[in-house]
Each structure stands twice: as C-alpha cells, then as structure tokens.
C-alpha cells in the first residue's frame, strides 16, 4: 500500500544540511529547539550550559570512544530549520559485536523534507564508516535521552527525556523507521498509607537482620555511598539496549556530578553487610523550575532549580537497581517503601517511573501493584543503513 507522503510536507525548501564546525555554528544548534518549540505546551528547555558540554571532550568522556557529527538544515534564506546528530559508539559496537549507529537530538518544522533530508545525512555518514544498522534517538550514553514520545504529548515532560512533536513520529514512519523498543512511564501516586503486602514483606525482610535500608539526612552522609551506588549501576545496566560501561573516568565524573545535584531525601540503598546491592534515586521533577530559568542558570535560574520542589508534587524516579543475585528476595519492597513514604513525608502527590521497557515485567507488576498507571510512551526506531 502507497502512502500519501504530500500532506506533511511543508512549503519550506531545504537547499542544504551543513555540518557544525564553527562556534557560532553549535551556539545555533543548540538554540534551535528554543525557537522551534516556542509555543509548545509544557516544553522544557535543558541547560544550554549542559548542551554545550554534551559536544566538548574536556567535559563529556564518552567522545573519546564516540565518533559523531552535527548538522543544521537550512532552507533557502539560511534560516535553521532543523538540526541533527550522528552518532558511532564503538565501545558499545565492540562489546556487541554490532555496526551500529545512532541518531540523536532530531529537531525540524513540521516538514517531511526535512526530516527525510536529515536522516539521509546521517544514515550516508553511517554508511561510510561501515555501518549496517541505525537505531534512535539514542545518545552518546545511557546518561543521554533515549527514545521519541510516541503517547503522553499531553503531560509534563521529565528531565532527559524527549519532548517531541507528534509530526516527528509520523515523518519517521512514514519514512520506513521500524520499531526497535518501547519504553512506558507509569504514573504512580504516593499513597497515604503502605499496601498490606507492602508492609508484611518490608517487616519480613527488615526483621531478617542480614539486609539493611539507608537514608539519608544530608550530602556528606550520602557522599561514601554515591561510588558504590555508580558501581552497581554500571554492573545492572550493562545488558540495557544502548548502554555501554563507563570506565573508571567516567564514573569519577558522574559522581562528582551527583555529589551535588541529588537530594539526600530521595535517594535510598540497602546493604548486605557493607555491600550496596540495591539503591534508587528520585528528584523532585524539574521541568517547570528549568522552564522558569529558560535554558540558563544565571542571573537567577539557580534559584528556581533549588526551589524544584516547591513548584511540583510530583517526583521522579531517576535510577534503580539490584544486583541480580539478589532480586525476587524484597529488596524492591525495601526501597519502593521507603521512597513511597519519603515521597509523602514532602508532600508529593504522585511519581513518574521514567523509562521502564516494556519487556521489564517485574518493575511494571510492582508499578501497578502500587496503582500506578502507563501514562507515556517512547520509542527507539530502527532501520539497516
């Protein structure tokens, strides 16, 4: 069956897709988005000081083994129209025994030219470099944005995650783009009381005396533990699609970076002896701080971003994780109590789960369980160079 490709594709013409190369060149790259999504509900603007990091090797490890490229579309005035980025990780590559590339940060006017146009950059420069297979969004690292909103473009967007127009989704598959994986994000509300089940297993295990729960006041209690937890995470990560181990550098990195962002409130491990064998991690959800600071953290966007959690009630859950030798044993239980009442003790009303794929059964049982509900859905894409 043919497709009626005509009726999304716009007035604009696209003469050319120029590589990023100059200052000025990624200073418009990262601006585009602002412009493109000026009017679009609930949108939020990262950090153009974090954008801008993403694309400097003294501040993101992951170029060292990342070949990539950045492009601007540009119509026939020289107006930016869209924007795009290619990227090869070799570790990941490697470790796979995959010739796999990526495409991340996909942004255009709602025109399939563009889209196509873009895509087509990026999937002649896969092929180039030997590449067989294209997969996306899906940045340098599991740390990036992964998957297209694809249900839920009526809620608020969470913190490294896409926040695309609906066009986007049927450009792609309009233009053959396959369905790769599909992340869901449950919305879960804080209860005011535990679920009986919640609290039998809790006091089995707690009374057990092998396995213990942490929390936390403050960063320096926090701070010995914030390695540990990074350690784990690299470990039950490992065989996510997309993700590739961080080196030692890399997690140096991301724990000086987490020393400082995370609240102490919202992050919870539990110990076999001294060992971390499970830990989750919530923020308060920062779209509408970020929103208020417009891309910027000064004169005063700092100022919101430490008032996040005055300006929502809802929490999101960022990280997660259990050593595998210990799962099925109620370390789930142990952490999802004492966020839930965590949670309620600050006055959040509801929680987002973040990406959860879909094919992980045993998070999506305990997320409806505690009356948690699929609310957003994304996709990663697919298609052989």
């Known amino acids: ?39 679009h509900h609930d949108w939020t603007p990262p950090l153009r000081k974090d954008e801008h990091r993403l694309f400097d090797p003294r501040h993101n490890r992951a170029l060292a083994y990342c070949d990539h490229a950045l492009w601007l579309a540009r119509d026939e005035g020289g107006a930016t129209v869209g924007r795009i980025v290619g990227i090869i990780n070799r570790r990941y590559n490697e470790a796979r025994g995959e010739r796999t590339a990526r495409f991340s940060h996909i942004d ?23 590449m067989r297979r294209m997969i996306g969004p899906m940045g340098f690292t599991d740390q990036d944005p992964e998957g297209l909103l694809v249900d839920g473009f009526d809620e608020e967007p969470s913190i490294a995650s896409y926040f695309n127009f ?53 960063r320096r209690q926090l701070r010995p533990f914030i390695r540990p937890i990074l350690d784990l995470m690299n470990e039950t990560f490992r065989d996510l699609i997309g993700y590739s181990e961080l ?10 970076r987490y020393r400082y962002v995370v609240d102490p409130r919202f992050v919870k491990v539990v110990l076999d002896g ?32 430490l008032r996040a959690d005055r300006l929502t009630r809802r929490l999101d859950l960022l990280l997660g994780g259990i050593r595998e030798a210990y799962r099925g044993r109620g370390v789930d239980v142990l952490l ?8 309620r003790r600050s006055g959040f009303e509801y929680m987002d789960s973040h990406h959860e794929l879909e094919s992980n059964t045993r998070v999506q049982a305990e997320m409806q369980r505690m009356g948690g509900t699929v609310y957003k859905r994304y996709r990663v894409y697919q298609r052989t160079v």
């Open 108 to 130: 255009c006017i709602e025109s399939l030219e563009v889209a196509s146009v873009l895509l087509e950059r990026v999937r002649v420069w896969a092929g180039e470099r030997g």
């Open 247 to 256: 080196d030692a550098e890399e997690l140096a990195d991301l724990e000086r």
């Open 274 to 305: 001294e060992e971390v064998i499970g830990f989750i991690i919530a923020l308060p959800n920062l779209a509408p701080a970020l929103r208020r600071a417009r891309g910027r953290l000064l004169p005063v966007g700092w100022l919101w971003l």
């Open 166 to 218: 609906p066009y986007v989704v049927r450009f792609l598959e309009a233009l053959a783009w396959m369905k790769e994986v599909d992340y869901v994000v449950y919305k879960v509300p804080v209860p005011e009381t535990l679920p009986p089940v919640y609290e039998r297993v809790f006091a089995r295990v707690m009374q057990s005396g092998r396995l213990r729960l942490l929390e936390f006041d403050n």
């Open 336 to 343: 999802g109590a004492a966020m839930v009442r965590a949670a």
């Open 1 to 39: 069956m043919s497709v009626d490709l005509t009726r999304w594709v716009g007035a604009t013409p696209v003469i050319s897709v120029e590589p990023v190369s100059r200052r000025r060149d990624l200073a418009e790259f990262v601006r585009f988005p602002e412009r493109l999504h000026r009017s």
